[in-house]
């Protein structure tokens, strides 16, 4: 027996496109803030200089 697929309605695709772009940027948001959190030991441990740090964290959610 087989199995008809269709593909998703436009807007349900549009949904899942927005929905996975929102996990995104919350993702990046949770991300650039516990970064601010570390200290000079911790961004060494993670090979992250203070100089970089701060211009990761100055990003918007948006930007990669």
């Not at 991300?31 to 961004?43: C, K, P, S």
Request: aromatic share 10%; charged share 30%.
């Amino acid at each position: 027996q087989t199995v008809e697929t269709r593909p998703l309605p436009f807007l349900a695709q549009w949904a899942i496109a927005f929905a996975a772009t929102v996990v995104i940027w919350d993702r990046r948001a949770r991300t650039r803030r516990a970064l601010a959190q570390l200290d000079r030991a911790r961004l060494k441990d993670i090979g992250i200089s203070p100089e970089q740090a701060r211009e990761e964290i100055k990003k918007r959610y948006w930007s990669a």
